[in-house]
């Protein structure tokens, strides 16, 4: 992966001035993505980048295997184009493990009833790849708090169908909101994309947000 940068906080790009691009590419099928982006009044595309998420390795932390997934989405998305600015991300809940999505109904119950009454994190890692093919990559870390949680509420819940697309079995944004006692840190984070850390992110890249406003 040419050029990438992997850290908790942003990195700085010292390779002089790099080319802003009017095509920005979000690397995400995702729809909470897709809405919080426009939200900040972007114009872009999205193209879902193909790959097999890959495991973490035994030695790599938590906030380095959220960062390598979503360089490679970006950079998988990013080997269509020639002239864009790919974002990738990727969301994790880690509640003692990790938690992705569920596979059904059954382990999204799972998954509400291990998260409930506790505190987990959420993780998201950020990467950019600019049109000269430079990776940049980020990862935001929110602390989310449930209250406890019956089991009528869990299985209606999961009946609402809401958790099955979303990592940890819920959505914040949504009526899984209902849950959440304590927020400690970005809630945008937890919906699945860090807006200021992402604007702190293209601002390094050459992209100024407000100038789409």
């Known amino acids: 992966m040419r050029g990438h940068e992997s850290a908790t906080a942003v990195a700085r790009w ?8 009017s095509r920005i590419i979000l690397a995400s099928g995702s729809p909470r993505r897709e809405s919080l982006l426009r939200q900040l009044g972007l114009v872009f595309e999205v193209v879902v980048a193909d790959i097999e998420e890959p495991s ?4 790599e932390s938590l906030a380095d295997w959220v960062q390598r997934c979503a360089a ?5 998305a990013a080997r269509q184009f020639d002239d864009a600015l790919v974002i990738g991300a990727d969301t994790v809940v880690v509640e003692g493990q990790v938690l992705g999505k569920p596979r059904d109904a059954n382990q999204a119950a799972q998954m509400l009833a291990r998260l409930s009454g506790r505190t987990h994190d959420v993780l998201t890692g ?18 989310v708090t449930f209250r406890s949680l019956s089991l009528r509420e869990i299985d209606a819940y999961v009946g609402s169908g809401e958790p099955m697309d979303k990592a940890g079995a819920y959505g914040i944004q949504g009526r899984g909101g209902l849950f959440v006692t304590r ?18 992110m293209l601002q390094d890249a050459g992209v100024s947000v407000h100038t789409y406003w």
């Open 183 to 200: 927020l400690e840190g970005c809630y945008f984070n937890v919906v699945g994309l860090p807006l200021a850390r992402l604007g702190t």
């Open 14 to 21: 010292n390779e002089g001035v790099l080319l802003p691009s």
């Open 72 to 76: 490679l989405k970006a950079s998988a």
């Open 56 to 59: 973490p390795e035994p030695d």
């Open 126 to 143: 950020l990467a950019l790849v600019t049109p000269a093919g430079k990776v940049c990559s980020a990862c935001e870390t929110t602390r």
